[in-house]
């Protein structure tokens, strides 16, 4: 037997005469080939002085996320070369300011269990929380994938994760996630697959607990995370398209992974990870309570409508300092809907947040909620480096939407327990 | 082949955010090589600095973050002959190969790294990393990645662009 990894790359190799000999390389050519404008932007210019064409325009799932609306003259620019390309390219312009790439991705009838997804950003491994194998790629390699039409990579090892335990309440996937960062470190899961099963009593995990998780996997290192499919994705997919996903994976021995990883969340409380590191997790009523100034609920880690439903049930009715500033981005265009059809966005909007439309937005720098030199943040997204927001001189804490909101109530580091 | 420069030094965990912040991003040429090491602590003020011949020596995990490729293409705007590292973040390290840019690993560096400036030899026929009294073992590429670096970059491998 082997990792559902290695059967879902062994599925996908094809046939490729410039191998070089020897190598342990195998050409794969994935389903779907995931892009954005920021990263596509890159490589624009060299397919056209190439005189190429994208060999499959149909596997593309090109959106339009980072510089949308743009801030800058620059942006608009890149942004409006973007879409021109798109179109002459003959891909569907359907994803275009519809959302986040890796939200779009997993909103998409193409991500099933078993699909080969490569995509041109390092969160791409989100969509692995579906059984997929999702693997992030440089702009060059995409440049060859997307007219060549093959990848070159290599069978990872994998860890077999196995999330245990019954979680209390408060404790969200993000938390899930933080343990998991905390346990790896930020390389400690470099080059190697994580298939992560839920083990929990009745499967605790959700659908949006796993994109978590799996959206971290990388920024542990991890070459990509694929949460085995069970009842919960079946559900999933069911909902999304009417119809069950058909593929099932012959299931691995012990002896095909590298090493086992247990993650009990019975022991778990609320969790941030300090600035300068996601992989520096403490207990959030033990992170010391820095005032804050800004708040982000958002992100293809954080942004999901489970977030804003957790942050509003934190919230319950009471609005935030006047002096902290509450920003609500929503994942893509269809949570923001769906928000703004159930309540949340409104109820958002009294407890003090400005929610703003679907976009990768405060989380990488770009624009709707930067930070300043000294100033604090507690947000939901995935990175929090130095410089990640803005200014060098910022620090920004990561924790989930119910650690935030209950942060953004107190105006300081809080866990959501204080405000319960 | 032999290369050698003065080693521009990194520790551990030096993510592409430190190593190019994203407001850097850019079609331009000029400003992305503007941003070249302005969050990496100690050294913000030290990316204007002339790189030309110089080689990275690296900890662990160098590169974490994010897949935007001028991340990596700033190394060789700078100037940057090759980088020897620890271990690299995996996608940064196939960014790396893929524009052409030796970039290989060597564990040992873990225990002993060379002082910032010091003349440093990356020797690839021994596979080994040279400074001062120390040769470090350098951990071979697959062939595959010495087919792209022959090439020139992954597009020229690919008959995408001329090398």
């Known amino acids: ?420 | 082949m032999n290369l050698t420069g003065p080693a521009l030094v990194f520790g551990d965990e030096i993510n592409t955010d430190e190593l190019h912040p994203s407001r850097f991003y850019s079609l331009d040429d000029v400003r992305v090589r503007s941003g070249f090491l302005r969050a990496v602590e100690g050294k913000e003020d030290q990316g204007q600095r002339p790189f030309e011949g110089a080689i990275v020596v690296a900890g662990r995990t160098f590169g974490i973050g994010s897949s935007r490729e001028t991340g990596a293409r700033v190394f060789r705007l700078a100037g940057i002959r090759a980088l020897v590292a620890v271990s690299f973040a995996r996608i940064f390290h196939r960014n790396l190969l893929n524009l052409g840019l030796l970039a290989v690993t060597a564990p040992g560096l873990a225990t002993v790294k060379p002082a910032d400036g010091e003349l440093v030899t990356v020797d690839l026929a021994a596979n080994l990393v040279r400074f001062g009294p120390h040769a470090l073992p350098i951990e071979p590429l697959d062939p595959h990645w010495r087919a792209v670096l022959d090439a020139g970059g992954l597009a020229a491998y690919l008959g995408i662009e001329e090398r």
């Open chain 1, 1 to 420: 037997m082997t990792t559902r990894t290695a059967q879902v790359l062994t599925a996908h190799a094809v046939a490729e005469s410039r191998l070089a000999p020897g190598s342990v390389y195998m050409a794969v050519a994935p389903d779907v080939i995931l892009g954005h404008d920021a990263t596509i932007a890159l490589l624009i210019g060299r397919v056209r002085k190439a005189g190429l064409r994208i060999a499959h325009p149909e596997r593309c799932l090109f959106a339009a996320d980072h510089f949308v609306p743009a801030a800058t003259e620059e942006r608009a620019s890149i942004l409006h070369d973007y879409v021109r390309f798109v179109e002459e390219q003959g891909v569907s312009t359907a994803a275009l300011y519809q959302g986040i790439s890796h939200q779009l991705m997993v909103e998409d009838r193409r991500c099933v269990p078993g699909a080969l997804i490569a995509g041109a950003d390092s969160h791409t491994t989100m969509a692995g929380a579906l059984g997929t194998v999702a693997i992030g790629f440089g702009s060059t390699d995409i440049l060859g994938v997307l007219v060549r039409g093959v990848l070159f990579v290599r069978i990872p090892e994998a860890v077999h994760v196995r999330v245990v335990g019954r979680r209390g309440p408060h404790v969200s996937g993000k938390d899930v996630a933080l343990l998991m960062m905390r346990h790896f470190g930020e390389g400690g899961a470099t080059y190697r697959a994580l298939e992560i099963e839920d083990q929990t009593p009745s499967r605790s995990l959700t659908m949006a607990d796993r994109m978590t998780l799996a959206n971290m996997a990388v920024d542990c290192g991890a070459k990509n995370a694929l949460v085995v499919p069970d009842e919960v994705t079946a559900a999933y997919v069911t909902a999304r398209d009417g119809a069950p996903a058909p593929f099932a994976f012959a299931p691995p021995v012990a002896s095909d992974y590298h090493s086992v990883v247990e993650l009990d969340l019975s022991h778990v409380t609320p969790l941030v990870a300090r600035p300068g590191s996601p992989a520096d997790v403490a207990p959030a009523s033990d992170a010391g309570g820095e005032r804050i100034d800004q708040v982000v609920i958002g992100s293809c880690c954080g942004g999901r409508l489970e977030d804003l439903h957790e942050a509003l049930a934190v919230l319950a009715g009471r609005r935030v300092p006047d002096r902290v500033r509450f920003v609500v981005t929503p994942a893509s265009r269809q949570v923001y809907e769906a928000a703004l059809a159930d309540g949340t966005a409104l109820a958002l909007s009294r407890a003090g947040a400005m929610v703003t439309v679907p976009s990768c937005g405060a989380c990488g720098g770009i624009d709707k909620g930067l930070l300043g030199a000294g100033e604090v943040c507690v947000s939901t997204s995935n990175r929090n480096f130095r410089g990640r927001m803005g200014s060098i001189e910022a620090r920004i804490y990561l924790a989930s939407a119910a650690t935030a909101a209950a942060s953004a109530l107190l105006g300081r580091v809080a866990d959501p327990r204080e405000v319960a």
